[in-house]
């Protein structure tokens, strides 16, 4: 897979840039891949927004857009837009770094999260079956989502704020409490479970809906994110029904 992250950033220079995509797959090669058996090859273009289709895009399997939104919605909407004029098709993602700062996140991080979880479903269409939050004895279907529940964990590659992941083994049904990795850094977190900061989101299949599950102080990072409604991440599960 072909993951290209275009820099639109009027606040981020071509060398902080460099060095974060650099970083981000060192970790996707060194990190990432060996205990998903999942690989991609992460390349930095610079552009500008309203600059012609680069071919650099055109040919990648997922693109991923640094920029500020500046407290302006609209920004999102033409971010959209460019994409869909110039690259129909190809899936996507945001990264804003302003948002990033008032979460109390860095953006390096953010992208490292978004890299690794559009590696891990780029069409944002993959579920797992997993226990119900409300009901033991029950099943729910959970997104397939390797960042969130541990989205407030972080590591340094050169100098670089990455994402903490989880492992497949958090995925797993496994029959009682055994010592496993679920987490890259091998933090405390049980199977389908949540690191303070974190969440994950469920369907219900009793109900029907979707609900989510915020470990400690993470509600106030999820609000931060809701300015980006518009935003492909933000907007997974819009209009989903399940019969």
């Not at 693109?63 to 033409?78: C, R």
């Not at 948002?99 to 999260?113: E, F, P, Q, R, Y």
């Not at 997993?130 to 099943?139: D, F, M, S």
């Amino acid at each position: 897979m072909r993951i290209s992250v275009g820099n639109i950033s009027n606040k981020v220079s071509n060398a902080e840039f460099s060095a974060t995509v650099h970083a981000v797959a060192r970790q996707v090669n060194q990190d990432f891949a060996p205990l998903w058996g999942m690989d991609a090859d992460v390349r930095g273009v610079a552009m500008k927004r309203d600059s012609k289709p680069n071919p650099e895009l055109t040919m990648s399997d997922v693109i991923l857009y640094v920029g500020e939104l500046d407290d302006d919605p609209q920004k999102v909407a033409n971010a959209v837009g460019y994409h869909d004029l110039n690259n129909k098709g190809i899936p996507y993602g945001f990264v804003f770094t302003d948002i990033a700062a008032k979460t109390g996140d860095k953006w390096s991080t953010t992208l490292s999260h978004e890299v690794l979880e559009l590696l891990a479903d780029p069409d944002v269409n993959l579920l797992v079956v997993g226990p119900n939050p409300k009901n033991p004895k029950g099943v729910a279907l959970r997104s397939y989502e390797v960042c969130d529940p541990v989205q407030a964990d972080s590591y340094d590659i050169d100098g670089i704020s990455v994402s903490n992941f989880v492992t497949p083994l958090y995925f797993a049904r496994l029959p009682s409490p055994t010592t496993t990795r679920t987490n890259y850094l091998n933090l405390g977190l049980d199977r389908f479970g949540v690191r303070p900061g974190g969440y994950f989101s469920y369907f219900d299949l009793a109900t029907k809906k979707w609900n989510d599950v915020f470990g400690h102080g993470a509600e106030a990072r999820q609000r931060a994110k809701e300015i980006l409604g518009i935003a492909r991440r933000m907007r997974r599960h819009a209009g989903l029904e399940l019969a």
